[in-house]
């Protein structure tokens, strides 16, 4: 009876044709055979529940295939409850979430294995779906990548991570939980024990700067859902592509690999001539010449450090013995090459030995390798035995892929198997390094600022929400025209966030001196504080003029104690660019638009101000008529600067016009609520006001002056940062002489507004 | 009152790099004032003391620091049971009774504190003491030298365009690596190859100047970790207490370093 039960209710879910009348046969043995046949009719009227409920087939469906898996580990009291669960999920988080559920519940059973921890698993998801509405479904379907990683405790860590890291922004959860956000591979990386490159990675790049002065770029390889987890470092034009942990090497040995892998290929990068072309080598032949080239620039590194020896040798655990492969003698040449202590009496490694040493005094000469490796590749390829150029991997671990070894731009090789030979190991670039390829972001493509500036191209996604009112200043009749503009603020368009570190990274001088103005800004130092009613020693100056004043007959002056206090920086800045359509324009004598050198500012204005430690908050604005000033938050007071913000600092497009006032009056709401000392705001800006509404030139100059007086009633000072070279006078005029500066040269600005920061706040 | 405890009697010894001896011989015989630049621990103090000696003129060195005030430089009246007495500072000393006035790190003092030098350093050369309402004119022997890290060069921190000018100046940077090794060998009292080591293990941590160090070690820092080799420590501890740990409290660029110093062994 349950049976018939099962199939009719099947049947008119799945519909009426063949197939679906096959699987639904299908269904019903595998219910029945994982259901206790007393417990089945409770599952159908968990069914028909979901049914009742109006979630619609496929959640049905969904549910119908996976809960007997549940119920063959979890037990069948866990697979009726599921039904119930998923209505849960639908209501908190929607039905795509729901018909997400029962594939992970499925999961989860099958990975943990046991229905207590199965159990546990799906207290996690029901108990952080609320805080996470958006993202619950993006979770699911990562559930099983996710528990091939981590036990049901990280699984919880991690998830509760995710949800911190973002801080209450949608758009940033869902990007961590759909694993767009390289965080997210990190944090499950290190919740799951391994040695993560990236807490190394400044003191292994800074290993490399002491021993050859060599800044190298390195990149964390990608590592995500359905790519094969890069096995070898990897370099090619002066980027270094690290993987980001080296999955089952023993934390402590981690450590050491890194730092072998990066002294390696810096080797390379010090010691290695032009690359090679392939020409007509074999893959075998390519794999010996480079073997034979990284013993060279090993041996090279080590004649002016000695040391390195004893950090790469342990990595060399070929051992003379065994079935003779072509990638077992390799490494065991490998080591013959670099461990003096090392017997092996294989022809092949004893002739490739003697060949290398006999070549001592000509070791400079990169040259030697091809020569070398070219007669040994021969020698391994006469000897028949297997080499596969597929799955070759380089050993041992530390040792790059070296691609970056070999040019094979202009001659294609013709030998396909070489370049799969590097495939196979080959790291694919960051995702980080391109933009997201974002559908509801399209059309926020950089190459197409002016086309974005027309507003029946935004998108829905990217409407703004008009958020105040603020009044503005006729001078004309002097009078405040109350509820004039409207501010409407415009999530912004995230961009490549690895601009902002390449921007860094490109400018190291003016790093270091933030760096050094930071140190000096963020201690507080003692200020002495002289004659002072109390202190704890006397100031002997105060003291001698209380004496001279007594010998006179007067009333001395008690104040002749000296005391030390500290001074605090105690301040919040909002840096206030405008980014209006004027600053696409190109600046003389240089390649880069006026936004750009904006951003590149900007950047380095917030790493110091990040470093110093101060509140900051960087917006942008541009407008179209006073009924709407465009209003960007590219980072607020309370969230940090990361990687989110950076992204949303290269993502600036410049557009619209300039309606200064009232974006400044906006910046002073935020400001005014900062429970800091001081209050600063920086306005970046290009140009003189205007808007396309407002024919008077005067007009918005005299309204900005007003908003600057009123903000500094309100305590918070303005100063201007003016990119416009004749733009004296009305700068002037809007924020008072003392309160402007004028960049004459442009392109100094990225160095000068740090600077300006650091004496604006001394 | 003269100067006589201030006169140096044993040479200092001091390895000339190139022609700084000379330079300054003739710099002194004009009383013209000079300028020492360079990083710290690379032999600034040591050089004058060597000119010092070499001149048969007394030193009266001051160290500079921010709280510096000008009092602490020209001098102040105290209080006996008279009344008050003029206490002469080490700069108004030195310019009474003929010496060289070092004025160490002046960078460090502030800029105001600093300007009390400019009537000594141009052709007036004299000190005029406003609470005592007298001039000194200076002594003929006199000569006023000051030291300077250009490492400390910001906008917070650097000499007044209208000090600066008032100055010769002579630059010292850490010597070439066979002259370093053989001032380490001589200071520390060990052996050349040893001192090369150590010279080698320098410039790993030069190399992170503006990566992470504001300085590399300095000979001086060598010259420590020289010593206690001679003492019997390893060359890695020593390096660990005299230059690693002394350089930096950030466990990343201690690690670097480290390595570094491991990879040059």
Known sequence: ?762 | MDLKDYLIAEEPYYRAVGSEIALFEAAYASRMPMMLKGPTGCGKTRFVEHMAWRLKKPLVSVACHEDMTASDLVGRYLLDAEGTVWHDGPLTLAVRYGGICYLDEIVEARQDTTVVIHALTDDRRMLPLEKKNEVIRAHPDFQLVISYNPGYQSVLKDLKESTKQRFGAVDFTYPAPDIEAEIVAHEAGIDMPLARQLVTIAARSRNLKGHGLDEGASTRMLIHAGQLVARGVSLGEACQVAIVLPITDDPDIRDALGAAIEACT
Not at chain 1, 280 to 298: G, H, N, T, Y
């Open chain 1, 1 to 762: 009876m349950a049976q018939a039960d099962i199939r009719a209710f099947l049947t008119e879910v799945a519909g009426p044709d063949a197939a679906a009348r096959a699987s639904a046969d299908y269904l019903t043995q595998e219910a029945r055979r994982h259901i206790p046949a007393g417990r089945i009719a409770e599952w159908v009227a968990a069914c028909r529940s979901l049914e009742q409920a109006g979630l619609g087939n496929a959640v049905i469906l969904a549910y119908v295939r996976q809960s007997p898996v549940v119920a063959r580990i979890a037990g069948a009291d866990a697979a009726i409850a599921l039904a119930d669960h998923v209505k849960t999920i639908a209501f908190t988080a929607g039905r795509a979430a729901a018909q997400a559920l029962p594939a992970a519940a499925a999961a989860a059973a099958s990975r943990l294995d046991s229905a207590d921890r199965y159990k546990a698993w799906l207290a996690v998801v029901l108990r952080f779906a609320p805080h996470m509405k958006e993202s619950v479904e993006a979770l699911l379907r990562h559930t099983d990548h996710i528990l091939s990683r981590l036990d049901v405790s990280r699984f919880e860590a991690w998830t509760l991570g995710g949800i911190r890291i973002a801080g209450g922004d949608k758009e940033r959860r869902r990007l961590f939980f759909a694993f767009g956000d390289p965080a997210a591979e990190r944090s499950l990386l290190r919740e799951s024990g391994e040695v993560v490159f990236s807490d190394l990675e400044r003191r292994l790049k800074t290993y490399l700067t002491a021993l050859w002065r060599v800044r190298v770029a390195v990149r964390e390889a990608a590592v995500g859902v359905g790519r094969p987890i890069p096995r070898r470092a990897s370099f090619d034009a002066g980027v270094v592509r690290m993987p980001a942990s080296f999955p089952g090497v023993p934390q402590a040995q981690a450590n050491d690999l890194f730092r072998a892998a990066l002294a390696h290929i810096a080797a390379h990068l010090m010691y290695s001539g032009p690359r090679f072309r392939p020409g007509s080598l074999k893959p075998l032949q390519i794999a010996l010449v480079s073997l034979i080239e990284d013993a060279r620039v090993e041996h090279l590194a080590m004649r002016d450090f000695p040391g390195l020896r004893r950090l790469w040798l342990p990595f060399h655990a070929a051992a003379a013995a065994g079935t003779v492969t072509a990638p077992g003698l390799m490494a065991r040449l490998s080591r013959a090459l670099i461990d003096p202590d090392y017997d092996d009496d294989d022809d092949f490694v004893a002739k490739g030995r003697r060949m290398f040493f006999e070549r001592e005094a000509d070791w400079e000469d990169p040259t030697i390798s091809r020569g070398i490796g070219n007669l040994l590749g021969n020698d391994l390829g006469q000897m028949r035995v297997q080499f596969n150029a597929k799955t070759y991997v380089v050993e041992p671990a530390y040792r790059d892929d070296n691609a970056g070894l070999w040019d094979f731009e202009d001659a294609p090789p013709e030998d396909m198997d070489v370049a799969e030979m590097f495939e196979s190991v080959r790291i694919a670039p960051k995702q980080e390094d391109e933009p997201e390829p974002d559908d509801s972001k399209q059309d926020n493509a950089p190459d197409t600022p002016i086309n974005k500036a027309r507003p029946s191209d935004s998108t829905p996604e990217e409407e703004g929400v008009p958020v105040a009112r603020y009044p503005e200043w006729d001078y004309a009749v002097a009078q405040e025209r109350p509820e004039w503009t409207t501010l409407v603020e415009y999530p912004p368009a995230p961009g490549p966030a690895a601009v902002v570190e390449r921007i860094l990274e490109g400018r190291p001088d003016i790093v270091n001196r933030i760096t050094a103005l930071v140190r000096s800004a963020r201690v507080s130092r003692p200020v002495r504080l002289r004659r002072q009613p109390e202190g704890d020693r006397l100031d002997l100056d105060a003291c001698i003029d209380a004496v001279i004043t007594q010998r006179h007959g007067d009333t001395p002056d008690p104040n002749v104690y000296m005391t030390s206090a500290r001074k605090f920086r105690d301040l919040s800045v909002l840096v206030l660019l405008d980014v209006s359509q004027s600053t696409n324009d190109r600046v003389k004598g240089s390649r880069e638009t006026v936004l750009e050198l904006e951003q590149e500012a900007t950047a380095l204005l917030a790493h110091a101000m990040n470093e110093v430690g101060d509140p900051f908050a960087i917006h942008a604005f541009c407008s179209n008529t006073r009924e709407e000033v465009r209003y960007m938050r590219i980072k607020d007071f309370q969230t940090p600067y990361d990687n989110m913000a950076k992204s949303y600092l290269a993502g600036l497009t410049g557009q619209l016009s300039t309606r200064l006032g009232a974006a400044m009056r906006h910046a002073g709401e935020d400001l005014r609520n900062q429970m800091t000392h001081r209050k600063l705001l920086l306005v970046v800006t290009d140009g003189e006001p205007s808007d396309i509404d407002v024919q008077d030139r005067k007009y918005l100059v005299e309204d900005a002056r007003k908003a600057v007086a009123s903000l500094s009633q309100q305590g918070i000072d303005v100063f201007c940062v003016g990119l416009d070279s004749g733009g004296d006078s009305y700068l002037t005029r809007i924020f008072g002489r003392r309160n402007a500066l004028q960049i004459d040269r442009l392109s100094s600005l990225p160095e000068k507004l740090p600077m300006l920061y650091f004496r604006l706040t001394a």
